[in-house]
């Protein structure tokens, strides 16, 4: 009806190209640790939260590419580009 794009397909891909920059700028800032490393302590009661690292994992199943780590996959910044333009492509309704 009108020319907007999916808020989903865009919400994911900016996530994923989010992540991409986090992880390329290294662990020497608070973003990388809160997207990869596992908060220590004692876990909250109820359902488990989905940290970032797990939905940019299950976001990469959907698309084919499950068995990359997310790490070595976003140092290619030209392959990380297309993972990400593909999977917009991919999740379109």
Do not use: C
């Not at 004692?42 to 780590?69: C, V």
Request: hydrophobic share 35%.
């Amino acid at each position: 009806m009108y020319s907007s794009p999916n808020i989903f397909r865009e919400i994911k891909s900016r996530r994923m190209r989010w992540a991409g920059y986090v992880v390329r700028i290294g662990d020497k800032r608070g973003a990388y640790r809160i997207l990869v490393v596992k908060p220590e302590g004692k876990k909250p009661l109820g359902r488990p939260r989905h940290r970032l690292e797990y939905n940019i994992e299950m976001y990469l199943q959907e698309m084919g590419w499950g068995g990359m780590d997310l790490i070595y996959l976003t140092q290619d910044r030209d392959r990380w580009r297309d993972v990400v333009n593909a999977g917009m492509n991919l999740w379109v309704p």
